[in-house]
């Protein structure tokens, strides 16, 4: 599968000081994401519960806030062990010109620079991509508990879609415009979700899964260059603008 060539590329780069300041700026503003909804989340817990609370039979407590304060706490670690990798992609995606820009010229260098995203295209583009990356999952619980065996394949296969979707799309966009990435892709269905599908692996991997944003902008963008298209006889001469 060639599209396994293009993670070994995308892996060979990691220390590109391009692709360690999006890496690092993206886990910096995700920690502190998380952080800081932990804290105004824990805060509105004691906010709302009195400090002393009237049970029968055992009279006034003033425990129950505590107890809440810990199981949020628990909660909230729980939780960002699963929101951590949609939120570092959105914020990635926030730096997406600068990964694939550094793709290209190591591997591209013949290629015109690509029209970049403005702040509100980067900021509604990840947004998006977080919205209907964490929505989907959720809907998928019920998948994975009805049918718990498939569960595995369930997950690859509904990720493998999503990162291969939104993936393709923000990387053609920058060349051939949303309209012109759309068509792309529908062009080349198969390929682009079994593209997908392999960066969803490394998503239940701890510790490996905080790199797939990195590694799934810099592989898609190998792929988007072997892709034929209509447009353009060799990949490498668009210029069209983002719509």
Not at 178 to 192: K, N, S, V
Request: aromatic residues 10%; contains cysteine.
């Amino acid at each position: 599968m060639k599209f396994l060539s293009d993670v070994a590329k995308a892996v060979a780069q990691l220390g590109d000081p391009a692709f360690q300041r999006v890496l690092w700026t993206g886990l910096a503003l995700t920690v502190g994401l998380l952080i800081a909804f932990g804290a105004l989340f824990i805060w509105g817990v004691n906010w709302l519960l009195p400090d002393t609370v009237a049970l029968p039979w055992i009279g006034e407590v003033g425990w129950l806030d505590d107890i809440a304060s810990g199981a949020s706490v628990l909660g909230l670690l729980v939780l960002s062990v699963f929101l951590m990798v949609p939120v570092a992609s959105a914020f990635t995606s926030f730096f997406l010109d600068d990964v694939t820009d550094a793709v290209e010229a190591k591997h591209y260098p013949r290629l015109s620079p690509a029209p970049r995203l403005s702040l509100t295209e980067s900021i509604r583009d990840g947004a998006g991509f977080l919205g209907v990356l964490i929505l989907a999952n959720l809907v998928a619980l019920v998948a994975y508990i009805a049918l718990a065996p498939l569960a595995p394949f369930i997950f690859y296969a509904l990720n493998g879609f999503l990162l291969g979707r939104e993936y393709f799309q923000l990387i053609a966009a920058r060349r051939l415009g949303r309209e012109g990435a759309a068509a792309l892709r529908r062009r080349h269905p198969l390929r682009i979700w079994a593209a997908g599908c392999v960066m969803a692996v490394p998503l239940t991997v701890p510790i490996v899964n905080l790199l797939v944003p990195l590694l799934g902008a810099a592989s898609f963008t190998h792929l988007y260059h072997r892709l034929p298209k209509p447009a353009e006889s060799d990949g490498r001469t668009s210029r069209n603008p983002r719509r």
